[in-house]
C-alpha cells in the first residue's frame, strides 16, 4: 500500500469519484494537485490546492490518481509510469484499505440494478451492509462505518476494473457483450478489463458468473475462486416480481445466488426479490394516460439493452431510440425490431436515428424532432388505449441530453404535463 504523507499526488479528472478520495489524502498528509483538460471543472479547487489544466509533466508527481472516466493507457500516464510515478485510482486504494468484505458486480448492464437488489436482500437479512462504486454513497464516507463483519456491496465498470490489483471475496458477472468501444481499444480490452475482478480471488472466494454470454463464461474460466454458474432459468417460481423482462431475471438468479453463498434465508431472498421496484431509469414504469403506459429506461445505452427492454413486453409498444454514438452496431436490435410482432411504431432521435432506422424492416419508423416534448407528444399520438412508449435509446444521449440522468428526467417531465384526450 503506498504511504501519502508528503507525496506529491496528481488528482487526474475532476469527478464525484475523485473528489471523494481528497479529504481522506488530505488527512494522509498527501500534497494535492487536481489536474483536469477542462479549466472550469478546476474552478472549485483554486485558492485550495494546486491546479493544472494539462496532462503535460505528470512524472513531476510521485502518485497518480485517475479517475475511470481518463484512459488508463493514455500517452501521458503511460509515460509518467515508466518514468517511476505510481498509477492508482480510488477503487484500487479502497480495496487496499477496506476492513469489511466487498461484493463486487460487473457487467455491461445491470449493475446497478443487482448490486442494489443484492444490498437490499442483505438489509432485510439484518446483515451490515452498505452500496458504492457507481451508486451510493461515496465509498471513503463509509470508510469510518466499516468493520470486519460488514458488507460492502460495490458495482464496478470496467474503467474502474481495467488495473484492479485485488478481487472481491464475492464477484458477481452478468451478461457482458460490448460497451464503451469509443473507450477501450476494442472488445478484447474492454473483456479483459472485467476479468480483474476475478483474477487476483483467493480460493476461498466466490465468482457468481453468467453463463448464458460467451464473454461472461470467458472471464468465469479465469477465476481463482469458487464459481457458481447461474442463468436466468435458476429463478424458478417465485410469485410475481415488479421487474420485468427476461434480463432482470438474469439479474435475479445472480442476486439468488449471493444470498445462497452466504446463507440468507430463501424466504427472506424471494420477498425482497417480490417487492423490489428497480431503479429510476431502468425500465421505470413513470405514468399511465388515457391507457397508455409510458416506460423510461433512459439507462439503455447499447443495443443489447434496447433488445432486452424490446422483449420485455406483450403488449403493443411505440419505441423510441436514438441518440449520440458509442461506434455500436445496432444490426442486431434492427433485426429484433423488425421481427417483432407488437412493435406498432419506432420513433428515431439524435445523431444515431438514422442508422438505426436504417436497419429496421416492416416497422413504422418515424423521425423525432425537436426537444423531448415534442417527442413524447409524436410518442402519445402513436398510441392508444393497451399500449406501452418505451424510451429504451440504445445510445449515449450527449447529443441533445447532460446524461442519461438528463434524458430520462427530461421524458418524465414531458409525460407529466400530458393532457387526458377527451
Not at 110 to 117: D, E, F, N, P, S
Not at 388 to 410: H, T, W
Amino acid at each position: 500500500m503506498i504511504k501519502y504523507k508528503g507525496k506529491k499526488v496528481a488528482i487526474l479528472g475532476v469527478g464525484v469519484d475523485t473528489k471523494d478520495i481528497v479529504p481522506w489524502l488530505e488527512v494522509q498528509g498527501a500534497v494535492i494537485t487536481i489536474v483536469d483538460e477542462n479549466a472550469r471543472k478546476l474552478e472549485e479547487f483554486e485558492g485550495i490546492f494546486q491546479v493544472k489544466n494539462s496532462l503535460d509533466r505528470l512524472n513531476n508527481f510521485d502518485v497518480i490518481v485517475r479517475n475511470p472516466a481518463v484512459y488508463r493507457f493514455r500517452k501521458e500516464i503511460v509515460e509518467a509510469e515508466k518514468a517511476g510515478v505510481e498509477v492508482t485510482s480510488k477503487t484500487k486504494v479502497f480495496f487496499d484499505i477496506c476492513p469489511a468484505k466487498i461484493i463486487g458486480v460487473t457487467g455491461t448492464k445491470g449493475k446497478g440494478t443487482t448490486a442494489t437488489l443484492i444490498y437490499e436482500i442483505f438489509k432485510a437479512a439484518g446483515k451490515e451492509v452498505y452500496i458504492g462504486g457507481n451508486i451510493g454513497e461515496g465509498v471513503f464516507h463509509l470508510l469510518p462505518k466499516l468493520k470486519k463483519n460488514s458488507w460492502v456491496v460495490l458495482e464496478l465498470s470496467s474503467f474502474q476494473l481495467i488495473d484492479l490489483h485485488k478481487s472481491p471475496r464475492i464477484a458477481v458477472v452478468l451478461m457482458v457483450t460490448s460497451e464503451h468501444l469509443n473507450w477501450h481499444r476494442d472488445e478484447k480490452e474492454y473483456v479483459d478489463a472485467k476479468k480483474s475482478i476475478v483474477a487476483h480471488q483467493k480460493s476461498s472466494d466466490f465468482a457468481i458468473v453468467n453463463k448464458d454470454y460467451p464473454n461472461s463464461v470467458e472471464i468465469g474460466k479465469t477465476a481463482r475462486g469458487k464459481v457458481v454458474w447461474v442463468s436466468s432459468k435458476d429463478v424458478g417460481d417465485i410469485g410475481e416480481v415488479k421487474l420485468r423482462g427476461d434480463h432482470n431475471r438474469e439479474n435475479i438468479a445472480a442476486a439468488m445466488a449471493v444470498a445462497r453463498v452466504v446463507g440468507i434465508s430463501q424466504s427472506v431472498v424471494e420477498d425482497t426479490i417480490r417487492n423490489f421496484k428497480g431503479l429510476e431509469h431502468r425500465l421505470e414504469e413513470v405514468r399511465t394516460v388515457n391507457g397508455i403506459t409510458f416506460y423510461n429506461d433512459s439507462f439503455s445505452t447499447t443495443p443489447e439493452t434496447a433488445i432486452a427492454a424490446v422483449k420485455s413486453f406483450t403488449e403493443p409498444e411505440i419505441l423510441i431510440l436514438g441518440g449520440s454514438s458509442k461506434n455500436s452496431d445496432f444490426t442486431e436490435l434492427g433485426k429484433v425490431v423488425s421481427e417483432a410482432k407488437n412493435i406498432k411504431t419506432v420513433i428515431v432521435i439524435g445523431d444515431e436515428g438514422p442508422k438505426i432506422a436504417k436497419s429496421i424492416s416492416g416497422v413504422m419508423v418515424k423521425e423525432g424532432v425537436g426537444g423531448m416534448e415534442k417527442i413524447v407528444d409524436l410518442a402519445y399520438n402513436q398510441a392508444k388505449s393497451g399500449d406501452v412508449v418505451i424510451l429504451s435509446p440504445a445510445c449515449a444521449s450527449f447529443d441533445m441530453f447532460k446524461n442519461y440522468k438528463d434524458r430520462g428526467e427530461q421524458f418524465k417531465a414531458a409525460i407529466k404535463k400530458l393532457k387526458v384526450k377527451s
